[in-house]
C-alpha cells in the first residue's frame, strides 16, 4: 500500500474550517484514499473515503486532486469534539482481502475556543 | 454506524500471567477482524489478522506464540496475551470490516503488566 505524508500537528479555531492535507504521491490506480480519526484513548473512527472524485457525508468533505497525489480533509465548521488524531490511509478498496489498514503518524488536529 | 465492542476495557495483571482480550461485532459477521497494539504518543501498529475457520496470520516482527489468537465465530475474535511482561502493556484494538470499505473499531483495552 501507498505511503502517506501527513503534517503531525495542526491548530483550528472553533467554528471555522479544518483543512487537513495528505501526500500519497505513490499511489496506485486501484487504490483509494480513507481517512479516519481517534479521539484520545478511543478506537479510531471512520470519516470518509474516495477513490477519485470528490466525497461529502454528513461528517467532512474529501478533495482529490486530479492526479490523486494528494488530498485534503475538510471540517467545514469545527467543534471542541474535533479534536483528534486524524489519519489519511491509502489501500487498495473492495473486500475483506484489502481490508488491512496500516496506519502512519496522522495528524493532530487542536480546535481552539 | 456498525458497533465493535471489546472486554475488558482495562486490565491489570501480574508479570508471567495470561490475559485474553474479546472483540466482537455486534451487529455484524466478520470473517476476518484485525488486531492492533497502540503505545503512548504512537500511531497503531497493525498484529495480525484474524480469520474465522483457519490460522491468524501475524504482521512480521509478531510473535505468535506470544500473542494467540482465536476467531471462534463469525461475531467473535479473541487475542491472548500469553506469559505478559511489563513492555506487554498496551493499548489493544480490534476492528471489523463491514461490507467493501468500512471498517469499524472496538473502543480498545488498556493493559497493563506489574
Known amino acids: 500500500d501507498a505511503k502517506t505524508t501527513q503534517p503531525p500537528s495542526m491548530d483550528c479555531a472553533e467554528g471555522r474550517a479544518a483543512n487537513l492535507p495528505c501526500n500519497h504521491s505513490?499511489?496506485?490506480?486501484?487504490?483509494?484514499v480513507y481517512w479516519y480519526r481517534q479521539i484520545h484513548s478511543q478506537g479510531p473512527q471512520y470519516i470518509i473515503h474516495g477513490l477519485k472524485n470528490n466525497e461529502t457525508n454528513e461528517m467532512a468533505s474529501l478533495i482529490i486532486t486530479e492526479d490523486r497525489k494528494s488530498s485534503t480533509l475538510i471540517l467545514p465548521h469545527a467543534t471542541l469534539r474535533d479534536t483528534a488524531v486524524y489519519y489519511c490511509i491509502v489501500r487498495v478498496g473492495g473486500g475483506n482481502q484489502g481490508g488491512k489498514l496500516i496506519f502512519g503518524q496522522g495528524t493532530e488536529l487542536s480546535v481552539k475556543p | 454506524g456498525a458497533v465493535v465492542s471489546q472486554h475488558p476495557s482495562w486490565v491489570i495483571c501480574k508479570s508471567g500471567t495470561s490475559v485474553k482480550i474479546e472483540c466482537r461485532s455486534l451487529d455484524f459477521q466478520a470473517t476476518t477482524m484485525f488486531w492492533y497494539r497502540q503505545f503512548p504518543k504512537q500511531s497503531l501498529m497493525l498484529m495480525a489478522t484474524?480469520?474465522?475457520?483457519?490460522?491468524?496470520?501475524?504482521e512480521q516482527g509478531v510473535e505468535k506464540d506470544k500473542f494467540l489468537i482465536n476467531h471462534a465465530s463469525l461475531t467473535l475474535s479473541t487475542l491472548t496475551v500469553t506469559s505478559a511482561h511489563p513492555e506487554d502493556s498496551s493499548f489493544y484494538i480490534c476492528?471489523?470490516?463491514?461490507?467493501?470499505?468500512?471498517?469499524?473499531f472496538g473502543p480498545g483495552t488498556r493493559l497493563t503488566v506489574l
Open positions: 476492528s471489523a470490516p463491514q461490507g467493501k470499505d468500512t471498517q469499524y
Open positions: 505513490t499511489i496506485s490506480g486501484n487504490e483509494y
Open positions: 484474524s480469520n474465522e475457520g483457519s490460522k491468524a496470520t501475524y
